[in-house]
């Protein structure tokens, strides 16, 4: 059913495209850009009572943050696409007994915090926020969050981040709007427009945002961990990440998909870190 809908929207926006082609391109961006889920559930919000929450803000838009206090370095984690911070449970349960002290955020549009629209650099800035005032050493970040993370280091370069660890990560942003246009089936048109919006509306085309390409003038030490069989980001990705994070390493799993969530990829952090 859900596919059937998806194919249906595609086809209603590819006839809008003969009427007006920037019209429903901005409704196609911003579809890609409005999350289906995401929000807290009461399963999500008993786990993150055990933390002290604090809102932060940028631009008018409420940041909710999520503190576990440690005594030893202070890790910021950042989630994906249509998730929120409780998504980090496990991990987080596992690194308060390694005694860390532990920032989650919850995205834009995202868990609690504000924004009816959510891109990667929206979320690098509300990374920025929260790590200006945490100074975290060590930032762990998950598909979309570890993209946005890296958007994050490499415009702001905060002195206090030594290592980063990224979790199934896009590396191509341009790549992750090709296969939305491909899952839509929308055409050359929209596609087209879509491009043009987006250069106007953030001043590069897709092809300039790139984790690989910004990992580059990243100093910290990297640990890259990424599942061959991951059905939403290409293993590739995490290859080419790789290949341009010059001080970094590359963990290959089997098995654990997207999401990540084995003991033995918490271990390979708590290995990471404690190096």
């Known amino acids: 059913m859900e596919k059937f809908i998806v194919k249906i929207i595609g ?11 920037d019209y429903a391109a901005n409704k196609a961006l911003h579809l890609f850009s409005t999350p289906r889920k995401g929000k807290l559930k009461p399963q999500h919000e ?29 890790i910021l984690l950042v989630h994906g696409w249509e998730s929120n911070a409780a998504r980090w449970k496990n991990k987080i349960n596992s ?26 650099l929206l979320y690098s800035e509300f990374i ?13 970040g998950h598909s979309v969050g570890g993209m946005a993370s890296i958007f994050f280091q ?24 090709k296969n939305y246009i ?37 100093e910290a030490e990297g640990l890259i961990i990424h599942d061959v069989k991951d059905a939403i980001i290409p293993y590739k990705d995490a290859e080419l990440i790789n290949k341009n994070f010059k001080n970094s390493k590359l963990i290959t799993t089997t098995g654990f ?3 990540l969530n084995d003991s033995s990829v918490t271990k390979n952090i708590l290995d990471f870190l404690r190096n």
């Not at 086809?11 to 082609?21: E, P």
């Not at 995205?107 to 990667?120: E, I, R, T, W, Y």
């Not at 048109?189 to 300039?208: M, R, V, Y």
């Open 128 to 140: 920025n926020v929260v790590a200006t005032k945490y100074k975290p050493e060590i930032i762990i």
């Open 182 to 218: 491909k899952l839509l089936g929308y055409n050359k048109k929209i596609e087209k427009h879509l491009n043009k919006i987006i250069l106007k509306k953030f001043g590069a085309t897709p092809s300039d945002f790139s984790t690989s390409k910004f990992s580059k003038d990243v």
């Open 95 to 120: 690194f308060i007994k390694e005694g860390f002290n532990i920032i989650a955020l919850d995205a834009p549009a995202h868990g609690a915090s504000d924004s009816k629209v959510f891109n990667a």
């Open 257 to 259: 998909g997207h999401s």
């Open 11 to 21: 086809s209603y926006l590819n006839v809008l495209s003969y009427v007006s082609g």
């Open 46 to 74: 008993s786990f993150l009572k055990s933390a002290k929450k604090d809102t932060l803000q940028y631009e008018n838009l409420n940041i909710a943050t999520y503190h576990w206090k440690g005594d030893k370095q202070t």
């Open 154 to 177: 490499q415009k702001y370069q905060l002195n206090s981040i030594n290592k980063v660890v990224l979790l199934g990560a896009p590396s191509e942003f341009e790549g992750v709007l």
